[in-house]
């Protein structure tokens, strides 16, 4: 089955720095990868896919991340830290052609002044 | 256009009771998903539906939860009888099949079974 792995459970950084946050995916095949937010109270909301196209990929909110199938990565990142990206991240896989989405655990971004 | 709407936001019960929750897709979509929210398992997919038709229910916890799509517009999860080890929140997403991977979701439904 797929999966993946998120690399700490808490990131925290100050405003106006680098945000990197880890994701892993296990499989045999790329597969399709995703990244979602989610502020407090709310639902999960899209944040970028990767989807065979570009290894690149741009988002929302001034996040990318880029696809690196020798490493089976798919980090997120984004040059300067807001105080409002404060929230929780979670990568997600899904296989070609399916609808189902698998979630990794989250990692929750706390941003400092 | 409006999101996905879930019911009742908050919902707390005694063990044993019944709890029912309630999803409204976004209007066009064919696909809805039930997951559940807890901090020791994570995000959970329970049940996914296409076109109305249950697909998937593997991540049904076990029989006392049942979930239905009568139509296009209304989904609802049901427990019963429900136990504190089903207090979590329970999202419902919607897509577009052909759209693979590019769900929207509710606001959730906090459940607490006391």
């Known amino acids: 089955a797929q999966s993946v792995t998120q690399l700490g459970s808490h990131v925290s950084v100050s405003e106006g720095a680098l945000v990197l946050l880890r994701c892993n995916y296990s499989?045999?095949?790329?597969?399709?990868l995703f990244w979602y937010v989610q502020y407090p109270n709310q639902g999960l909301q899209l944040l970028l896919k990767y989807t065979s196209a570009a290894t690149l990929v741009k988002g929302i909110n001034g996040f990318e991340a880029e696809f690196k199938k020798s490493e089976t990565s798919f980090h997120l990142t984004k040059p300067s830290a807001h105080m409002s990206d404060a929230a929780e991240y979670f990568c997600a896989v899904s296989d070609v052609g399916y609808s189902t989405l698998t979630f990794g655990k989250g990692t929750m971004l706390l941003v400092s002044p | 256009d409006a999101g996905v709407i879930q019911s009742p936001r908050h919902e707390v019960t005694e063990m044993g009771q019944e709890v029912t929750l309630r999803c409204k897709p976004i209007?066009?979509?064919?696909?809805l998903f039930w997951y559940r929210q807890t901090m020791m398992r994570g995000l959970e997919l329970l049940i996914y539906?296409?076109?109305?038709?249950?697909?998937?229910d593997s991540g049904m916890p076990e029989d006392r939860f049942s979930a239905k799509m009568p139509n296009a517009s209304f989904s609802t999860l049901k427990i019963q009888p429900s136990e504190p080890r089903d207090s979590a929140v329970y999202f419902c997403?919607?897509?577009?099949?052909?759209?693979?991977?590019?769900?929207?979701f509710g606001e959730g439904s906090r459940l607490t079974v006391l």
């Open positions: 499989s045999s095949v790329p597969p399709y």
């Open positions: 209007s066009g979509h064919n696909s």
């Open positions: 997403a919607s897509s577009r099949t052909e759209v693979t991977g590019e769900l929207f």
């Open positions: 539906f296409n076109n109305n038709v249950p697909i998937d």
